[in-house]
């Protein structure tokens, strides 16, 4: 019991963590561009955030059974509890270095590189690709919900903004800037609450799964028999053969809470690198970005496919600089951020893997 009480507290602790690292994914651009305040940005950020995660479970439910083999391996509470621990260093190191990183990417190492020592190197452990016969999306595994979206996603987030800002320059070619920016500063408050929603639809709901994968855990194990009356909304049981974990309120309420409240923290390391160094925006441009960037994570949630909110808007925000003059974009600080980008699952992974390791050596675990 103590275990799984446990693995809610670090998997809250995570959300928090994603709350305010993840915050600048939707307000830098409207802090950048001066539109808000960071203060006004960082709460429309966070109420935003809070109602995107009370939206749906199609991400979650990826996270709870589309990638790890639950009949290979055993995912136990220590078993995710060293999963959230590798995504949660490997946040903090990226947030310490200003490099706007993916939380989502760094979770699903985390499960990955975990599963995999548990399952004593068993490769099978990991779902790879497991097609659907009734549409491709509701298909599960890594190559098909994280490999092939981690490479699409940033290219229509950059397609659209290059495309969208190349229309706004075009048809508003004999506007006056003044008008222009007056109009688009109060557009880019809307952009950004729509990014804020989209970013709570798809982020908070990794952690909703894991949540309710440690709980399905610590029920199928026994840990959970015999709760006080007040405590039996932690008992979860398995879904019948066929149909997909429902994820209760409580823990969609609480996630929400959390990385609202990360939120509100603020992250502006991350903030500097997408306002200010990659590229100089106006409100016309943010607001290019963060309607680009919002429509391809909302069609990601949709399809319950766990995209990284971060390489969307960076991307969205090269597009966007690339429409004005390719060299605007400070390719430099690009290319720092694609190098965390490709870390990031294999490294989070690689941390997990060697705590579960230890916890093994230390007869912890079998």
């Given amino acids: ?32 561009t001066k539109v808000l305040t960071p203060r006004q940005a960082v709460i429309l950020a966070a109420v935003t955030n809070l109602f995107g995660a009370m939206w749906g479970t199609a991400v979650a439910k990826t996270i709870t059974s ?19 621990v590798g995504a949660i260093i490997w946040n903090l190191i990226t947030w310490w270095s200003g490099l706007p990183s993916s939380s989502s990417h760094a979770l ?14 068993n490769w099978g452990v990991i779902i790879w690709a497991q097609p659907s016969s009734v549409h491709w999306y509701l298909g599960k595994g890594l190559l098909c919900k ?35 920016n007056n109009f688009f500063g109060k557009a880019q408050i ?20 894991i949540i309710a994968l440690a709980l399905l855990a610590g029920t199928k194990a026994g840990h959970l028999d015999n709760l006080p009356g007040f405590l039996s909304f932690l008992h979860t049981p ?13 823990i969609k309420v609480t996630c929400a809470l959390t990385m609202a409240a990360g939120t509100a923290v603020g992250g502006w390391r991350i903030i500097r690198t997408l306002g200010h160094k990659m590229v100089k925006l106006h409100p016309i441009n943010g607001f290019a ?38 060299n605007a974009i400070k390719w430099v600080v690009v290319e720092r951020m694609v190098w965390a980008w490709l870390f990031t699952i ?21």
Wanted: proline share 4%.
């Fill in 190 to 209: 809307f952009s950004a609450g729509v990014m804020g929603f989209m970013h709570g639809t798809n982020d908070a709901q990794k952690t909703m799964g």
């Fill in 346 to 366: 294999p490294v989070a992974g690689g941390i997990a893997y060697v705590l579960v390791l230890f916890m093994q050596q230390a007869g912890w675990v079998p």
């Fill in 1 to 32: 019991m103590t275990l799984i009480l446990t693995v809610i507290a670090v998997a809250l602790i995570f959300e928090y963590i994603n709350g305010f690292h993840d915050t600048a994914n939707s307000i830098a651009t409207v802090v950048s």
């Fill in 66 to 84: 589309g990638l790890v083999d639950s009949k290979a391996v055993a995912m136990t509470s220590d078993i995710i509890i060293c999963a959230l």
């Fill in 146 to 180: 994280v490999i092939v979206p981690m490479f699409t996603s940033p290219l229509m987030g950059f397609v659209l903004g290059f495309i969208l800002m190349g229309l706004l320059y075009f048809f508003l070619r004999k506007q006056r800037p003044t008008k222009v």
């Fill in 289 to 326: 970005a963060e309607a680009s960037s919002a429509t391809v994570i909302a069609l990601a949630s949709h399809l319950g496919i766990p995209v990284s909110t971060t390489h969307n808007i960076s991307a969205a925000i090269m597009g966007v600089g690339s429409a004005k003059r390719f």
């Fill in 238 to 250: 398995e879904p019948p053969a066929g149909k997909d974990m429902e994820i209760a309120t409580w």
């Fill in 108 to 121: 699903i190492g985390g499960l990955c590189g975990s599963a995999l020592a548990a399952a004593h190197n």
